[in-house]
């Protein structure tokens, strides 16, 4: 088992994704200018968007 963020942005797609209980990948209505999904409270590309 690891550990791994459940969330990422696609730079491609310029999409988020996040993994549902079933390890899915599924977009999320929200750009890397806009805040994070995990709740941090950064915007996204300064959190999990990161490069
Ligand atoms: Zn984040």
Redesign the pocket.
């Known amino acids: 088992m690891q550990e791994t963020s459940r969330?990422r942005f696609d730079e491609a797609a310029h999409q988020w994704f996040y993994v549902d209980g079933d390890a899915q990948w599924r977009s999320l209505p929200t750009g890397r200018n806009t805040s994070?999904p995990?709740d941090?409270g950064?915007k996204?590309k300064r959190?999990?968007a990161r490069d």
């Open positions: 969330f994070c995990c941090s950064l996204a959190c999990c």
